[in-house]
């Protein structure tokens, strides 16, 4: 596999994104908080996120990158 520089070197190591969850149409969350990690290799240019909600780690191709918020 031939590596996509529009797929696999998207983010940045530890940049702050929003990955977007399986959902339905109920009143859940649609995404959730994470860090992203690396990417994970694959053809469809997913990506590996640290989760700030459980602290487990996510395989995700859905996300939308935002600036870090903040210390307070």
Request: include cysteine; hydrophobic fraction near 35%; charged fraction near 15%.
């Amino acid at each position: 596999m031939a590596i996509d520089y529009f797929k696999h070197c998207v983010l940045e190591y530890g940049a702050y994104a929003q990955v977007h969850e399986e959902h339905d149409n109920s009143m859940a969350a649609r995404t959730g908080g994470a860090i992203a990690m690396r990417p994970t290799g694959n053809v469809q240019g997913g990506y590996w996120f640290y989760s700030l909600n459980t602290g487990r780690m996510l395989n995700r191709k859905n996300w939308t990158e935002l600036p870090m918020p903040a210390p307070t």
